[in-house]
């Protein structure tokens, strides 16, 4: 191995626009500053999957990064280290990397000593995790077992606890609000809803944020269970007052009708314990078509309803998420020359800054305790953004994190 001081970098969970470019950022400063960077692939898959028989250059699951490797990368979407929702203290009896089956017998394995030996192996001096609460709530435990890291914040939710910013998210509302303005022009052809259902598992900030940059006329978001009835005499208002004829409304995918429960594709779950969500967009298509006649003169209204789902996480990331990353990137390598670990990078009051990787724990249930303020900006009798007393709010308004640990 050589003697300069080794970095390791891995992306997990859902892949988004801006990781390429945090990638990029990292490993060209670590190597201009005399690091070596190992770049691990398929997140915490990957750790728990290197051979340590193998020499590095056999290894399926790690490669060493230059900056040739790294250079045209950063202008990309998705990332080019690929991604797992591997959970690597619960890893099922099948999906155990080859080398290891037959020494672990459990139906749910924990192969924190596996990764542990393999960041020995790999001569990690320190660990990037790119990724949300699920894959950064693995880098704390980690952290706990004496490895050193360095969190950088990324979802498309915006749900991240410790920061006002997570890579991906500037893309997704970006992304959501050009693809609804695209959509309008079908729904005022035919008079109709417009329905949308996007990301938003816990929290409502990939629904509110497009709502308030004019997108939808309502949204619906998981914190606030919502009246089907209301949402159906709004939407009917909504298009009665529209000169072409027709409304939109925004619906996270962990929405709930009241007296409802969330809906799901299927009842699979991942390691984290996750049921793949999908279909309250449906189901409030279905509703709204039934209940219009009731606020529209007896008259019933066709729906066009659409789910946006991957098209707001694919493709080359905007500005913000090429600038954000790059610096998220730089700043992760600050922390590392000052010697400092177990920390998250992150946007606290505007400003760049970092906070403990503790930051992304959960609440009791294992959800994200970073959710939207809905007393302060969600009016849920009209089931829309509230705009009052933003003075000193962050400029993506709603995303204060009030938990935030230093």
């Known amino acids: 191995m050589s003697n300069k001081k080794t970095i390791g970098i891995l ?56 900056e040739t490797t790294v250079s045209r990368i950063g202008r990309t979407g998705g990332t080019f280290l690929h991604s797992s929702r591997t959970k690597a203290d619960k890893v099922p009896l099948k999906d155990l990397p080859d080398h290891l089956k037959g020494k672990f017998k459990e139906d ?4 924190t000593p ?3 030996k393999n960041i020995a192996f790999l001569g990690l001096d320190y660990l990037i995790p790119i990724g949300g609460d699920d894959t950064l709530s693995y880098g704390f435990r980690l ?44 729904a005022g052809s035919h008079e109709r809803f417009l329905v949308l259902e996007v990301f938003g598992r816990n929290a409502g900030f990939s629904a509110l944020l497009p709502t308030v940059g004019g997108a939808a006329d309502r949204c619906v978001i998981p914190e606030h269970p919502f009246d089907m009835e209301q949402l159906a ?18 619906v996270s995918e962990g929405a709930k009708i009241k007296g409802g429960t969330e809906i799901f594709e299927s009842h699979e779950t991942d390691s984290f314990g996750h049921k793949k969500l999908g279909g309250i967009g449906e189901v409030v298509a279905s509703q709204l078509k039934k209940l219009s006649p009731k606020f529209n003169n007896g008259k019933e209204i066709n729906i066009i309803n659409q789910k946006l789902g991957y098209l707001v996480r694919s493709g080359q990331p905007d500005a913000l998420d ?26 606290r009051n505007g400003k760049y800054d970092h906070v403990s990787i503790e930051a992304v724990k959960k609440d009791e ?5 970073k959710k939207v303020n809905v007393e302060k900006f969600y009016d849920t009798k009209r089931y829309r953004p509230i705009y009052h007393n933003l003075m000193g709010d962050p400029i993506l308004i709603m995303t204060r994190d009030t938990n935030i640990l230093m």
């Open 11 to 66: 992306t997990g969970g859902g892949d988004v626009p801006g990781l390429n470019p945090a990638i990029r950022a990292t490993t060209l400063r670590a190597i201009r500053e005399g690091y070596r960077v190992i770049g691990i692939k398929n997140g915490w898959k990957g750790i728990i999957s290197i051979d340590p028989s193998k020499p590095l250059e056999q290894q399926e699951y790690c490669m060493e990064l230059d």
């Open 108 to 111: 749910v394995n924990d192969l």
């Open 114 to 116: 596996e990764a542990l």
């Open 233 to 250: 005499a709004l939407m009917v208002e909504d298009r009665n007052s529209n000169p072409s004829k027709y409304s939109v409304v925004l």
């Open 143 to 186: 952290h706990k077992e004496g490895v050193k890291i360095i969190a950088i914040p990324k979802t498309m939710d915006g749900d991240v606890p410790g920061t006002e910013y997570c890579i991906g998210f500037s893309t997704c509302v970006t992304r959501t609000i050009e693809l609804t303005h695209e959509l309008r022009t079908c």
């Open 365 to 369: 249930k294992g959800e994200s305790i």
């Open 322 to 347: 090429s600038i954000v990353p790059t610096a998220y990137g730089n700043l992760a390598l600050d922390l590392i020359a000052q010697g400092i670990h177990g920390q998250m990078v992150c946007i």
